[in-house]
Nanobody, 125 residues
Framework: QVQLVESGGGSVQAGGSLRLSCASS???????MGWFRQAPGKEREWVAS???????TYADSVRGRFTISKDNAKNSLYLQMNSLKSEDTATYYC????????????????????WGQGTQVTVSS
């Protein structure tokens, strides 16, 4: 069983930045890692993923503003969020999943098997 713990959330003004972290109890070098977010009344939304050797993908809504990265030695995943908007307000989750047949990381939440408890991000106008 993999334990994932997110941290780094908080309240910021629009245009500000936050850096989220996700600590894993197991190695992350050989699996897909993803960030998701969920706002009240909305479905869980894929934000970004990173696989091996470090290929990254982003949702259109965050591309150019967010950067996903990881430190395999520390078993940690990160999400640098810049130019934050009120629409980014949500609970953010990290997750571990499986590669697609093409070696890419999926977008569907159902393709991820372990999840953290989430960290709240609130962006005020």
């Amino acid at each position: 069983q993999v334990q994932l713990v997110e941290s780094g959330g908080g309240s910021v003004q629009a245009g500000g930045s936050l850096r989220l972290s996700c600590a894993s109890s197991r190695a992350i070098s050989t699996v897909c890692m993803g960030w998701f977010r969920q706002a009240p009344g909305k479905e869980r939304e894929w934000v970004a993923s990173i696989g091996r050797p470090g290929t990254t993908t982003y949702a259109d809504s965050v591309r150019g503003r967010f950067t996903i990265s990881k430190d395999n030695a520390k078993n940690s995943l990160y999400l640098q969020m810049n130019s934050l908007k009120s629409e980014d307000t949500a609970t953010y989750y990290c997750a571990t999943g499986f590669f697609t047949m093409y070696g890419l990381c999926p977008m569907a939440p159902g393709s991820y098997n372990y999840w953290g408890q989430g960290t709240q991000v609130t962006v005020s106008s």
